[in-house]
């Protein structure tokens, strides 16, 4: 059972905050999933042995490179092992469609999180380019938001690949194809549909199984990868994520393809496959990790003490290309220390629109030099990215023409122009390449980490949909209650006293429509009226009765678990029992009698409501960024850079006084018979305690939130004239309980929707246990009810008719 819609609209409104929040600052790459994944990643890596599969890739690696290994070649090959082993985790641990995930691989290593988190390249990783992975079926629907930096990639490309190893190209969308709008934000849509005549739409087939992501930053200093999340549109409920047995099985089959692909494919047949000091006629394919609209150049170098490869290449129809040297076996060796890459925005052009590179061991001075990092022997992949599908070398201008020299005679055969460097320049040249590759590994300050296990009883879609919905049923049938059959005198229910001069504009606006919606639907009270009256006051009765109930037995399993639960179990615990106040609201301005069990009913839960939120207060003391459970993600409920948990002590204590104050007042407005009514003194202790709550509040509230109260206090300070006609009471009473209704609905799904993709790994609230069946059940019981009315109504109408 899944009600999506509901679930799916509230996860676009969550997703979209997460991409507003995020395009203010940070770094793109670190996030919660990030370090997740990776701890995930260290934890396969240590419990499991890889030796048997890292031998076989060793000898196989040492195969494919064919020709005599020399101790400084041998001495890299170990790591290398080691770093394919750690991919080959990396692609299995987000390889799960049903739970997707952005995982950012194929980087160096790195420490963050206060994980040490060890290298993942192979096969020619890129030092520009940013690789994500998102795993995708064609079975489900996908939609992935991105933000574009100001100074964003310089070459941004989505590929479908069939297979994380061979990487072979499924579909894929361009960047010049991709719409972005004017605030740099788009959207993605992936699924099995052909989105004929729509933008920024990749159709997966039944051959996708992961969304590669490439970002390639030309400027390392100031260019920056895009935000982007990623968001599943079909129901997951069903399927559990894959456990870390499946993963480990996983990691092997990569691995064993890898040994395949990397070692045979890459290292043996295109590149070793070459002359020494030579590279390869640029081509393009779509196997082996490369672009369909990349043309690659491969080869492997073995250079003497004072000897140089001079490397001219033209460019062409591409927007971007890289020059790199990685060891000989397709890895680079630290890309932030070594000038061992440069790319077109690096680089430094010839005057005809060539670009000439110089590979050597020792610094030649010139601008275009490429550092084999001391190495002797390594290899060489130039990549053109940009270029049409499919196309030539010969109809899309790429080529590349090398020869060895002796660093003595540079100066012979470099074209005339070429720019030269001081010891000074290159020192600041390196220092700048340093500081923007460090720019990747930068940790964002996240506000909480790990808010805890999932509880599906208490924040299973199934209870918040149960309450809100039985709560707003209550409204509605209220509304038709008060609007049925009614009679109305002359006077003004709500007479103004220079009220409506006080309110800005559009406050004024809404009190008189509502006033004259009121009056407009005024007629005489006739028997056919009642009768609807009566009928659905019943219905609103048993259904704001059972909604009483069933937040008590919450409450109390609450108090049960009070010490054990997570905050963020607590806060959706706290806007999901409000729901109660709503329905009790509505039933008891409605409907009449002396003190009976249903206003005992409402007392009850109001104490343990009051109770629950002060041992809530409480907790929410106990408030620690870095303890699992002690706090939440508050994006979208709360402004950037407010104060936690102060300002959800604010929220609780305002609405909490809100929801007993309306439930009190309801009862008050209701009927003298309960209460000893007087208008002008229950309106001036209403005043009274609203001028206490705005003067604390003035004293502690930021800017925005006095803004906010300003325009709020004005309505909470009306001069009614409370008429003893019971219909202007029943109005005053129902206008309370609607105000709080939408606070509600949107901080408990606003909170859960963007806090349930941070629950301890492994752990979700989507399965459906005896807690979310009973208050689906208990709905449904309600709705079958109404129905019921309905029906009996009509038959009676049919009788009095005949």
Request: aromatic residues 8%; hydrophobic residues 40%.
């Amino acid at each position: 059972m899944k009600f999506f819609p509901v679930s799916q609209t509230l996860g676009a409104v969550a997703a979209a905050t997460i991409a507003v929040a995020s395009n203010s600052g940070g770094n793109p790459l670190a996030t919660l999933d990030q370090r997740d994944l990776d701890a995930l990643s260290i934890k396969i890596n240590e419990d499991h042995d890889f030796a048997i599969l890292k031998a076989g890739a060793k000898a196989t690696f040492q195969t494919a490179h064919g020709l005599p290994i020399s101790q400084e070649a041998n001495s890299r090959l170990d790591a290398a092992i080691d770093e394919l082993a750690f991919s080959s985790i990396q692609k299995a641990v987000n390889n799960d469609p049903y739970y997707p995930k952005i995982y950012w691989v194929d980087a160096g290593p790195r420490n963050w999180f206060g994980l040490e988190v060890p290298g993942g390249r192979y096969s020619y990783d890129n030092p520009d380019c940013i690789y994500r992975t998102i795993p995708i079926s064609s079975k489900l629907r996908y939609v992935l938001r991105g933000y574009r930096h100001p100074e964003g990639p310089t070459d941004v490309t989505f590929s479908l690949i069939s297979d994380p190893n061979s990487q072979n190209t499924v579909a894929s969308l361009a960047g010049d194809d991709l719409v972005i709008d004017k605030d740099g934000s788009y959207t993605i849509t992936i699924d099995s549909s052909s989105g004929e005549g729509q933008a920024n739409h990749i159709k997966s087939t039944l051959l996708a199984k992961q969304l590669f992501v490439r970002n390639n930053l030309g400027k390392w200093p100031v260019q920056r990868p895009d935000n982007l999340t990623i968001e599943l549109l079909d129901d997951a409920t069903g399927h559990k994520p894959i456990d870390e047995t499946a993963i480990f099985h996983g990691a092997q089959w990569n691995l064993q393809e890898s040994i395949i692909d990397y070692g045979v494919g890459a290292l043996g047949l295109k590149t070793m496959i070459n002359p020494v000091n030579k590279l390869s006629k640029p081509s393009q394919s779509s196997t082996l990790g490369t672009l369909t609209t990349q043309a690659s150049s491969f080869g492997h170098f073995n250079l003497k003490d004072g000897e140089a490869i001079v490397a001219t290449l033209s460019v062409g129809e591409a927007d971007y290309f890289v020059f790199p040297a990685t060891d000989p076996w397709l890895v680079t060796v630290d890309p932030g220390a070594y000038q061992l890459s440069l790319n077109s925005e690096q680089s430094v052009a010839n005057a005809n629109g060539t670009y000439t590179f110089v590979v050597s061991l020792t610094d030649p001075g010139v601008s275009n030099w490429i550092d084999t990092a001391g190495l002797h022997e390594g290899t060489i992949m130039v990549r053109w990215q940009g270029l049409p599908t499919n196309s030539s070398d010969t109809d899309n201008g790429v080529a590349i023409v090398t020869q060895v020299v002796r660093l003595s005679q540079l100066a012979d055969v470099l074209p005339a122009g070429t720019q030269y460097v001081t010891p000074e320049q290159r020192k600041e040249q390196l220092a700048q390449r340093a500081a923007g590759y460090a720019q990747r590994f930068q940790e964002n300050e996240m506000a909480c980490q790990d808010i805890g296990e999932a509880n599906p009883d208490i924040a299973g879609i199934g209870i918040l949909l149960a309450f809100a919905i039985q709560g707003a049923i209550a409204v509605v049938l209220s509304i038709y209650s008060l609007f049925v059959g009614r009679t109305w005198q002359d006077e003004v229910i709500i007479e103004s006293h220079g009220m409506l001069n006080r309110l800005d504009t559009t406050a004024r606006r809404v009190v008189q429509i509502m006033i004259q919606i009121i009056k407009g639907s005024a007629s005489q009270r006739t028997e056919k009226g009642l009768r609807k009256q009566k009928l659905v006051n019943e219905i609103l009765v048993a259904g704001s009765d059972m909604q009483s109930w069933s937040g008590i037995a919450l409450l109390i399993a609450a108090f049960v678990q009070i010490r054990t639960i997570s905050l963020y179990q607590l806060h959706i615990i706290y806007d999901t029992a409000s729901f109660v106040a709503i329905s009790n609201c509505a039933a008891i301005a409605i409907t009449y009698g002396p003190f009976g069990i249903k206003h005992l009913v409402m007392i009850i839960w109001s104490l343990l409501y009051l109770g629950f939120t002060i041992v809530f207060g409480i907790r929410l003391r106990s408030w620690n960024d870095d303890i699992p459970g002690q706090c939440y993600i508050t994006s979208g409920i709360a402004a950037p850079g407010n104060e936690h948990p102060y300002v959800d002590h604010i929220y609780i204590s305002i609405t909490c006084l809100y929801v007993i104050s309306s439930l009190y007042a309801a009862l008050g407005l209701n009927s003298s018979k309960i209460l000893d009514f007087n208008s002008k003194t229950y309106r001036d202790r209403i005043l009274s305690a609203t001028d206490a709550i705005d003067r604390q509040l003035r004293q502690h509230l930021s800017p925005e939130y006095l803004e906010l109260l300003n325009k709020a206090i004005p309505l909470l300070r009306l001069d009614p004239t409370f008429s003893e006609d019971p219909d202007a009471k029943q109005t005053v009473a129902l206008l309370i309980a609607l105000i709080q209704y939408p606070v509600h609905t949107y901080s408990v799904f606003m909170m859960r929707a963007m806090n349930e993709s941070h629950l301890v790994q492994g752990s979700t609230e989507q399965d459906w246990g005896f807690g979310q069946v009973v208050a689906i059940t208990l709905l449904g019981s309600n709705i079958v009810m109404l129905f019921e009315g309905i029906s009996r109504y009509r038959r009676e109408m049919a009788i009095a008719t005949n």
